[in-house]
């Protein structure tokens, strides 16, 4: 599977749009992305995927660049409980044991 | 929507004993369930990957005879951390995979955090 990289870290202003970038240049064609977070000592929670078009749902916009080397995850009016690591994550839609294995993530602050 | 359970959430044990971790896919049957460990600060490591009916295929340095994951029925797969010592304490987390889910199924347990004494 494709390597991420994340900034470890960003601040947000309550209310506003928070933007997290992932780059994830070796990613193939069949490699779909894939955003999750984690809240202090709770597991993952899954946030929204995407192959190459753009994507919502009611928790966040995925926004993948054209040629799919990088994306943008969008949290478009951040709330004191979206404090979190996000974690972007490249993963083969292939084979029998799709295995979703963690990068560091960036750790998002939410300010008030 | 679909619920993994996991139970204990926090355990203290004495060194030296043995500590059973449960988790459970409580709407779905998930034929694959995974186990990571995650200390303080780090990010998720994967220890093992479990399917049901077979044996459990663990990740490079994870030690099976140590970690024994047993994964007999669709809806339950369970970690036991076999002689543990403090330096195994740390929060472990699973996840089941529903196949054909809109986003392939990967959910997570709330983690057990274990803390060896």
């Known amino acids: 599977d494709a390597k991420t990289t994340q900034p470890p870290s960003m601040d947000c202003a309550e209310g506003r749009a928070a933007n997290l970038p992932c780059n994830h240049s070796?990613?193939?064609?069949?490699?779909?992305v894939y955003w999750y977070r984690q809240i202090h000592s709770q597991g993952p929670q899954y946030i929204i995927h995407?192959?190459?078009n753009n994507e919502t749902n009611e928790m966040a916009s995925l926004i993948i660049t054209e040629d799919r080397k990088s994306s943008t995850l969008i949290l478009p009016h951040a709330t004191l409980r979206d404090t979190a690591v996000y974690y972007c994550?490249?993963?083969?839609?292939?084979?029998?044991?799709?295995?979703?294995?963690f990068g560091k993530g960036t750790l998002l602050t939410v300010n008030p | 929507g679909a619920v993994v359970s996991q139970h204990p959430s926090r355990v203290i044990c004495k060194s030296g004993t043995s500590v059973k971790i449960e988790c459970r896919s409580l709407?779905?049957?998930?034929?694959?369930m995974f186990w990571y460990r995650q200390f303080p600060k780090k990010s998720l490591m994967l220890m093992a990957t479990?399917?049901?009916?077979?044996?459990?295929?663990?990740e490079q340095g994870v030690e099976k005879d140590k970690f024994l994951i047993n994964h007999a029925s669709l809806t339950l797969s369970t970690l036991t951390v076999t002689s543990a010592h403090p330096e195994d304490s740390s929060f472990y987390i699973c996840?089941?995979?529903?196949?054909?889910?809109?986003?392939?199924?990967?959910?997570f347990g709330s983690g057990t955090r274990l803390t060896v004494v």
């Open positions: 996840s089941a995979r529903r196949p054909r889910a809109a986003n392939y199924g990967y959910t």
């Open positions: 070796t990613i193939s064609g069949n490699e779909y």
């Open positions: 995407g192959l190459k």
């Open positions: 994550i490249v993963l083969n839609s292939g084979g029998s044991n799709y295995k979703l294995t």
């Open positions: 709407d779905f049957q998930a034929t694959t």
């Open positions: 479990s399917n049901e009916g077979s044996k459990a295929t663990y």
